[in-house]
């Protein structure tokens, strides 16, 4: 007899194990099935970024120390030196700093000693693990429960199968049959070095058609990856001694410690990887089975997400399963979580990935000014870094779900008040959209901001041209409020199947913000899609942020998707649903990147991207 609330996992890597720490934790009969016979030991490292800090935080607080200890936690006053090939520093990117402001450091760390710790908190939170085993086909069986078919031969019967196969997930090409991963023109070379005399201290390294990125994980050891670009399965072919060797060819006349870095490795850690990812998936669910990390959503190492990610993706499935009794209706609820956020991780990852190639001469220049023009490698990765769990539904009643702001930054904005215009796309007064965007103006003014929400009425102007405010006084009405924002909020109705075109149309006139000029450079963006179909709430939040993106202002993680509006709320009560909690969520997110807007406010007036 299978037991319904128990899960399989296929895959024991850092997603896999993660999500049977997760799991255990609530009380699951959890069994991995992972393919090695043992945790590998070769190979660099990886980047905990803190959304990734948080998730493993998330997951227990003993695990959380014990990984600080296994890797090298960025101190406040760090930076990443970023220069070219010849040694010439283009810029220090304060990542300790940041890890200030978000509330969580950076902890890059070898990829052997996390799978360890995950491996040995899911041990002691009574997980099973079959080593030297794969799965390799489920079918979901007439009892609700999963069959899943090992490589030996043998089914097993389970309640619920997580696919946390990696890139070439066999429980992904069984649900989805969408074929192989696509290569995306780079190939990486990784490995670690002992007592260089770069020092403990991370860099990223620009030649043409080659990128180093370099970080310290503790003792006298730095990790690397050589991201080179390259045909197909030229590299691989070469194999971990030669290809440590043509790569130091390649970096002839680099900067001689980069140089040695690379000669004075060990070959027997070298690991040789051809670059792929996916586009993102429409479902990730079939039933009782889900997929997780990248054997749902592979993305290109461009920002460092790949295990973030997936350490997200445990933490927000055990939040699924503890506040479902069905498992279908949990993983359901999980894919609803995760699909967007990822979708755009991927998305953001490849296009980073594609600038920081620089193969040519001119992509070279264009990216060593870029970068020394923004001071950071990442052009992404503002949006993504700030991730928080929710707190587990059965600590709700006592724990706040909002994000919240570190003690320092609320006691530095406490006297700021954001302004936050919210704009509602719907024609028809009173409809969803328009009691969404009240709702959210209310929360915004919960947390001390001044509002003004429009609502499709107000916006329902003429036809866009430039200079058209200077004789239609509702739409200089309008213009006006968004002069003033310091956060929008942008809700959509999704039937029409990507935003609505009246908010589109409304959208347009910030180009009379400073003339001609389409920016909202620096403001908070949030984005609403309301609506009953999930296919049309992706779409429609998907375009919203690009909206937000190409404005130029600060599309925040969150996108949600509502069927219709919460109930009202007094203030200082928690919403009670899982719609609320997420609008929660996102106003506050607004709000903070407002109180930056506030903060920065006198250098900001009147000024032109």
Request: net charge neutral; charged share 20%.
């Amino acid at each position: 007899m299978v037991k319904k609330r128990s899960v399989i996992i296929a895959g024991g890597g850092i997603g896999g194990l993660a999500t049977a720490v997760a799991l255990a934790g609530c009380g699951i009969d959890v069994t991995v099935v992972e393919r090695s016979a043992r945790v590998a030991t070769r190979g660099s490292g990886l980047m905990l970024y803190p959304n990734g800090v948080r998730a493993v935080d998330a997951l227990g607080t003993q695990l959380g120390a014990r990984v600080r200890t296994l890797g090298h936690v960025t101190r406040p006053d760090e930076v990443r030196v970023l220069m070219d090939s010849t040694g010439t520093v283009l810029a220090q990117e304060p990542i300790g700093a940041m890890g200030e402001e978000l509330g969580a450091p950076q902890i890059p760390l070898l990829r052997s000693s996390l799978q360890r710790a995950l491996l040995d908190e899911a041990l002691a939170a009574g997980a099973s693990v079959m080593p030297g085993t794969a799965v390799e086909d489920y079918t979901l069986a007439d009892d609700d429960g999963v069959g899943v078919l090992l490589s030996d031969g043998k089914t097993l019967g389970c309640g619920a199968l997580v696919g946390a196969d990696g890139i070439h997930s066999a429980v992904r090409r069984r649900m989805l049959a969408d074929g192989p991963a696509h290569y995306r023109g780079y190939t990486s070379v990784r490995g670690r070095t002992k007592g260089s005399a770069l020092g403990q201290r991370s860099y990223v390294v620009n030649g043409r058609g080659i990128q180093l990125f370099i970080a310290p994980v503790g003792g006298d050891t730095l990790y690397w990856t050589a991201k080179i670009t390259s045909a197909a399965g030229v590299w691989p072919a070469k194999g971990p001694v030669r290809a440590q060797e043509d790569l130091a060819a390649a970096l002839a006349g680099w900067h001689a410690p980069v140089l040695n870095l690379i000669r004075d490795a060990d070959p027997h850690d070298i690991v040789v990887t051809d670059i792929h990812d996916r586009d993102p998936a429409p479902r990730w669910v079939d039933g009782r089975v889900a997929l997780l990390g990248d054997a749902a959503h592979p993305m290109v190492p461009a920002l460092g997400q790949g295990a973030n990610m997936a350490l997200e993706d445990a933490v927000v499935l055990a939040d699924a399963v503890s506040a479902h009794e069905n498992l279908p209706d949990a993983l359901l609820a999980y894919q609803r979580e995760r699909l967007e956020r990822t979708s755009a991780v991927v998305l953001k990852s490849r296009r980073q990935g594609a600038l920081d190639q620089g193969a040519g001469q001119a992509d070279e220049e264009r990216r060593n000014a870029r970068v020394k023009a923004a001071g950071r490698k990442d052009t992404d990765a503002a949006d993504v870094l700030g991730w928080r769990p929710l707190a587990r539904r059965r600590d709700r009643r006592a724990t706040p779900t909002v994000v919240d702001l570190p003690e320092r930054m609320r006691e530095e904005f406490a006297a700021d008040a954001p302004h936050i215009v919210l704009i509602s796309g719907s024609l028809r007064r009173g409809s969803t959209s328009d009691r969404v965007a009240d709702w959210c103006a209310q929360r915004c003014a919960d947390q001390g901001a001044t509002t003004r929400v429009f609502n499709g009425a107000d916006i329902d102007f003429p036809a866009y041209r430039p200079g058209l405010g200077a004789g239609w006084p509702d739409v200089q009405e309008f213009l006006d409020e968004l002069r003033r924002a310091d956060g929008v909020v942008l809700v959509s109705p999704t039937y029409h199947g990507t935003v609505s075109g009246l908010l589109k149309n409304a959208v347009d006139y910030v180009n009379d913000l400073d003339g001609p000029t389409p920016y909202l450079e620096g403001r908070a963006i949030g984005c609403v899609a309301v609506g009953a179909g999930a296919q049309g709430a992706v779409s429609t939040l998907a375009t919203l942020r690009t909206i937000g993106h190409a404005v130029r202002a600060w599309p925040t993680p969150v996108g949600v998707a509502v069927a219709e509006a919460p109930a009202p709320l007094p203030a200082g009560e928690q919403a009670s649903t899982p719609d609320g909690e997420r609008l929660v969520q996102m106003v506050s997110q607004v709000m903070w990147m407002g109180r930056v807007r506030v903060a920065q406010r006198p250098s900001l007036l009147g000024a032109v991207a």
